[in-house]
């Protein structure tokens, strides 16, 4: 199984878009999963954007999006839920 997955946080916004560019360029990729949770959702959306319409110049697309929130416990011990998301771009035919 390829590593075709890019987890969003909080390193510059460029780096993201880069990887997401390199995994169909030169890793040659058919998908790449763009995945994060909570605040860095809209982050994750936008890295998805800005590569298929601004760097892979209408190549690639969006395949699939998949939303989901997951429970942990906090550090205070509390239950809490965030908000998850899978955009999942591929090469277009």
């Given at each position: 199984m390829p590593d075709n997955n890019i987890f969003i946080g909080g390193k510059p916004f460029m780096n993201y878009v880069t990887g997401v560019v390199m995994q169909f360029t030169t890793k040659n990729a058919d998908e790449v999963i763009v995945k994060a949770r909570g605040k860095f959702i809209s982050?994750?959306?936008?890295?998805?954007?800005?590569?298929?319409?601004?760097?892979?110049?209408?190549?690639?697309?969006?395949?699939?999006?998949?939303?989901?929130?997951?429970?942990?416990?906090?550090?205070?011990?509390?239950?809490?839920?965030?908000?998850?998301?899978e955009i999942t771009l591929g090469k277009n035919q």
């Open positions: 982050r994750a959306v936008d890295v998805a954007e800005v590569a298929a319409k601004r760097f892979l110049d209408g190549a690639v697309g969006v395949k699939d999006i998949k939303i989901d929130s997951e429970g942990f416990k906090n550090d205070e011990g509390r239950d809490v839920r965030v908000s998850t998301i």
